[in-house]
């Protein structure tokens, strides 16, 4: 017996954190559940200082991909499932995943069934991943839930690509205009705050200002300052994952202006709606569907709706009535459901909406680079220009210093 540090909601919505005993994870996940709770996490305590090098090593998507378009076609050709994860771990490029199929591949040896044996790699393989294969075994079609995983896989990806894209042009230019304005204050500046030392005179106002900045910058409150602010991102980092944090990040980053904000809201809708719909069609019960959508929405606002819809539909109340109340969802959304609902077609209108909205956000990321260009030169060019004029308004004064 071990003792695992969980995480996990309950009926309420609420985050829980707590320690309990048991086997192993699977085990303490499974207890858990049966008590109604959500697990979102369970973590046997020490495991994690056993490989200091161990959060370093991931497995991309792009390989997770691969690996379960290969299981479903060698599934489907008739392949036993520990001759199909043999065959994936000799050709398996990725070491962190080849040695989790290697875990796999034993515990099925063992007797154990596919998805639990998955669920015993939350790191690798998450509950949407789990439950999907879980329900394929159950309904004989493991082979074509498999490909409906790698899409759902494929589809998260090419939407956090163009989520990427979009913020990726202004975080390089600024970054880049902080690091120019930096270089400038702590070696250019300098040597025309010696000169004009040297001459004299009262010199502008901008020009004081860069001076001073430029002396905090070079003298000993600038390494003070470099480290507060770096222990002040950790903190505030630190602070994002718990739930207060989590509700506040999740309300701020969608009232984001520049139609950044909405072209987020854009992409968690249609995440939500390619997730449901997967589950749906994969024929996980609505209510385990939805909680695992809430889970991995990557939005505490829509996760909150979720968790309430959920408590709506288990008092009898059809998906589409709780979160009409909800201001995230449009009334489009809302409607789309409803009909889904009324004609028991609920997979293909989530798939519609997710289909809607991936191409909103692919045409939201066009016009929102087109709208950061400008503004970007303009703070750029404030930046560095409002620098370099500073230091070059004395030189219209110079004569007049000289005498």
């Given at each position: 017996m071990g003792v695992f540090a969980y995480k996990a909601r309950d009926r309420q919505g609420q985050v829980v954190r707590d320690t309990v005993e048991g086997p192993d994870p699977?085990?303490?996940a499974a207890a858990l559940r049966s008590q109604g709770l959500l697990v979102i996490e369970v973590k046997e305590q020490g495991v994690g200082q056993r490989d200091i090098l161990e959060p370093f090593k991931r497995?991309?998507?792009?390989?997770l991909?691969?690996?379960t378009r290969q299981l479903s076609t060698m599934i489907n050709a008739g392949l036993p499932i520990v001759r199909a994860l043999h065959i994936l771990e000799e050709q398996t490029a990725n070491k962190k995943l080849r040695d989790v199929i290697v875990k796999v591949r034993s515990d099925v040896e063992a007797g154990m069934a596919l998805s639990e044996a998955l669920e015993r790699h939350p790191e690798v393989f998450g509950r949407l991943y789990v439950e999907m294969v879980r329900a394929g075994e159950v309904g004989g079609v493991l082979d074509r839930v498999l490909l409906r995983v790698a899409s759902q896989l494929e589809k998260d990806q090419e939407l956090r690509r163009k989520i990427k894209s979009a913020l990726a042009y202004p975080a390089v230019v600024l970054v880049a205009a902080v690091?120019?304005?930096a270089f400038m204050l702590i070696f250019i500046v300098p040597i025309f705050a010696r000169m004009f030392e040297d001459l004299g005179g009262t010199l502008p106002l901008p020009t004081r200002i860069a001076m001073g900045i430029s002396d905090l910058l070079t003298g000993p409150w600038g390494l003070a300052l470099a480290a507060a602010l770096a222990g002040g991102g950790l903190l505030f980092a630190r602070w994002l994952r718990t739930e207060e944090g989590r509700r506040f990040w999740g309300r701020t980053v969608l009232r984001i202006p520049l139609r950044?904000?909405?072209t987020v809201r854009k992409a968690v809708l249609a995440r939500f709606a390619r997730t449901l719909g997967s589950l749906v069609a994969a024929g996980v019960p609505i209510l385990q569907a939805i909680e695992i959508t809430a889970a991995s929405s990557g939005n505490w606002v829509v996760e909150n709706a979720l968790m309430k819809s959920r408590d709506a539909i288990r008092e009898g109340h059809p998906l589409h009535r709780p979160l009409e109340g909800e201001a995230v969802f449009p009334p489009m959304v809302t409607r789309m459901i409803a009909v889904g609902e009324e004609t028991g077609d609920l997979e293909g209108m989530l798939g519609k909406i997710a289909d809607f909205y991936?191409?909103?956000?692919?045409?939201a990321v066009k016009a929102l680079t087109s709208i950061i260009e400008p503004v970007m030169i303009v703070i750029v060019g404030g930046i560095v220009g409002g620098i370099i004029i500073s230091m070059y308004l004395p030189m219209f004064r110079i004569f007049?210093?000289?005498e």
């Open positions: 699977m085990s303490v497995v991309r998507l792009g390989d991909v691969v690996f690091l120019a304005a950044i904000g909405e991936e191409s909103e956000v692919e045409a007049e210093l000289i």
